[in-house]
């Protein structure tokens, strides 16, 4: 369910957050909320947009946190990054200063508020220089973790990238075999049999929805290219 909210605290809220936004009189702020801005209060869970669809706004996270991802016809889904407060949705922008479809669907990680931007309103900030420079500067950003995630996946073998996916996220990893497929592109029954070999190599245990992390150092060997198994 949404709900809309304006007013001082919004204003003072988007200063925080984008103080790229500092520039623009308190007066026109209240203005362009009152016109062209939705508020909105998300549920966990919750699809923000989805591919192949007009952007109809551009989002800017006041708390929570958005997943952006691409989808495959097989229901495969490969996270490309992720909105926090006082960053942008680059597939939103690219979708209203190209004029063309999303390119990737977004979903709330969790309850989520945002400020939701008319096309036009946004075409109008951008020409504001801090808040343009800021715009571009993380297009810039994510355009360099994007070409991290292509080169992971085209030219790392999966179980390098399992192995590094372990290893950033600590040393108990509460998670399904399938999120973990869906965060590394692939399928749940090739992520089940590379994390049974490394747990036959000591590296892992595996409990129910839960991989602890045994021998990071085993781990950082295969993230470099050795063979996991024992």
């Known amino acids: 369910m949404c709900h809309v909210k304006h007013g001082d605290r919004m204003i003072e809220e ?70 926090v407060p006082g960053e942008i949705c680059i597939v939103s922008a690219a979708s209203l200063l190209a004029g063309r479809p999303l390119s990737a669907h977004g979903t709330a990680v969790r309850d989520t508020r945002l400020a939701l931007l008319s096309p036009g309103l946004f075409s109008r900030w951008t020409d504001h220089p801090p808040f343009r420079q800021f715009v571009f500067g993380l297009f810039a950003e994510r355009l360099a973790d994007l070409m991290a995630v292509v080169d992971a996946v085209a030219f790392q073998r999966l179980d390098r990238r399992l192995a590094d996916y372990l290893l950033g996220n600590g040393p108990c990893v509460l998670v399904t075999h399938q999120t973990v497929a869906d965060e590394l592109g692939t399928v749940r029954e090739i992520v089940t049999r590379l994390l049974n070999r490394f747990a036959a190599a000591g590296a892992v245990r595996l409990g129910r929805e839960r991989i602890d992390v045994i021998d990071t150092a ?4 295969v993230a470099a290219g050795s063979d996991p198994s024992p």
């Open 14 to 83: 988007l200063r925080t957050r984008y103080p790229s936004l500092d520039g623009l009189s308190a007066g026109q702020l209240t203005g362009d909320l009152a016109r062209e801005v939705r508020a909105l209060d998300v549920n966990g869970g919750t699809r923000l947009f989805d591919e192949g669809m007009p952007c109809d706004g551009f989002p800017l996270v006041l708390e929570g946190e958005i997943r952006v991802a691409r989808g495959s016809t097989g229901g495969r889904s490969l996270e490309l990054y992720r909105v």
């Open 218 to 221: 085993a781990l950082r060997a």
